[in-house]
């Protein structure tokens, strides 16, 4: 059973646009989201995480909002760039457990 | 300073043979986690080791997978008698391992393809 639900599959945004990605999560007992980037060939990175206690949180052009009531959460990518061009993971984990991916984005961001 | 390595970054066999997959965690980190990542699809757990131990073994797929970690720092994941369906990129991560959430760090990934 996928816990962790993403969406959507692939996203294409004009360069400076912004990006949207959201996820949704069943198991109320996950305590921390993060988000990782992945470039072809590459491992996954984390971009920017979250608790469950924050409703927002911002790190440059990064934001994740939260909503615990509707287990929902996403990322927003602000004046995307070409070099943001990558597959987005959005995660769950609780703590001394192994992190449940979502499906991934394929973002594509248009010079 | 380095980051979490995998060897070999490509692995081309046959079904039928067995493969060994080789990960170096960051130093100090105690926690590791191997994942497979098929073609288009977020990673899924597979394993987890705490030290030496294996904390948590319930991704592997089945008999045919296994994985140790010796003196609790490199792990080997083993596959016996491939099928084609084991082709994929495995991944492994590691985290300090001390207390609560922590960031995974992950390596370039083992990709495998079994012919």
């Known amino acids: 059973q996928q816990q962790v639900k993403q969406s959507p599959q692939s996203l294409i945004v004009q360069k400076g646009g912004i990006s949207i990605i959201n996820c949704a999560y069943e198991?109320?007992?996950?305590?921390?989201f993060p988000w990782y980037q992945q470039f072809p060939g590459k491992g996954p990175a984390l971009l920017i995480a979250?608790?469950?206690?924050?409703s927002e949180k911002k790190e440059g052009r990064f934001t994740i909002s939260f909503n615990k009531s509707a287990k929902q959460f996403s990322l927003h990518i602000m004046d995307s760039q070409p070099g943001d061009s990558a597959t987005y993971f959005c995660?769950?984990?609780?703590?001394?457990?192994?992190?449940?991916f979502g499906g991934g984005t394929r973002l594509m961001v248009k010079p | 300073g380095a980051g979490v390595s995998q060897t070999p970054s490509n692995k081309v066999t046959e079904k039928g043979k067995y493969v060994e997959l080789r990960c170096d965690p960051i130093?100090?980190?105690?926690?590791l986690y191997w994942y497979r990542q098929s073609l288009g699809q977020g990673p899924e757990f597979l394993i987890y080791?705490?030290?030496?131990?294996?904390?948590?073994d319930s991704g592997l797929p089945n008999d045919r997978f296994f994985a140790v970690r010796p003196e609790g720092s490199v792990s080997t994941l083993k596959i016996q008698r491939t099928e084609r369906g084991d082709s994929a990129v495995y991944l492994c991560?590691?985290?300090?391992?001390?207390?609560?959430?922590?960031?995974?760090?992950f390596g370039p990934g083992t990709r495998l393809l079994v012919l």
């Open positions: 991560a590691s985290s300090h391992g001390t207390s609560g959430v922590e960031t995974q760090y």
């Open positions: 198991n109320t007992a996950f305590d921390y």
């Open positions: 979250i608790r469950p206690d924050v």
């Open positions: 995660a769950a984990y609780f703590a001394g457990n192994m992190l449940t």
């Open positions: 130093s100090g980190h105690t926690a």
């Open positions: 080791f705490q030290g030496t131990g294996a904390a948590d």
